[in-house]
Nanobody
Framework: QVQLVESGGGSVQAGGSLRLSCAAS????????MGWFRQAPGKAREGVAG???????TIADSVKGRFTISKDNAKNILYLQMNSLKPEDTAMYYC????????????????????WGQGTRVTVSS
């Protein structure tokens, strides 16, 4: 069974940084599509960043230049480095994975992943 466990969330002032981690078990992140999503109170879930099997990345315009997605294949951990945080970045952040026997095209920022973590909360104060 695939499990994704996020960590690294917390409270930070505007302009600060956080690094989120997603530890995966039951699947190898190097051979699957991975992504980060967020959901603010009263808003729909939105894609923040995606990383393909070959390491190529897709970043949402709203966080481009501030957020970076990466993965450590040896540790089987996905990361989201968040810099220059803004109050509008406040949300629950979720790790996602597309794990299938067929290598579909990666969803990038679309929510077409089939495994999700429980989320980690990020609060940015002004």
């Amino acid at each position: 069974q695939v499990q994704l466990v996020e960590s690294g969330g917390g409270s930070v002032q505007a302009g600060g940084s956080l690094r989120l981690s997603c530890a995966a078990s039951g699947a190898t992140i190097s051979s699957n599509c991975m992504g980060w999503f967020r959901q603010a109170p009263g808003k729909a879930r939105e894609g923040v960043a995606g990383i393909d099997r070959d390491g190529s990345t897709t970043i949402a315009d709203s966080v481009k230049g501030r957020f970076t997605i990466s993965k450590d294949n040896a540790k089987n951990i996905l990361y989201l480095q968040m810099n220059s945080l803004k109050p509008e970045d406040t949300a629950m952040y979720y790790c996602s994975a597309l794990v299938t026997s067929f290598q579909w095209e990666c969803p990038h920022l679309r929510a077409a992943y089939n495994y999700w973590g429980q989320g980690t909360r990020v609060t940015v104060s002004s």
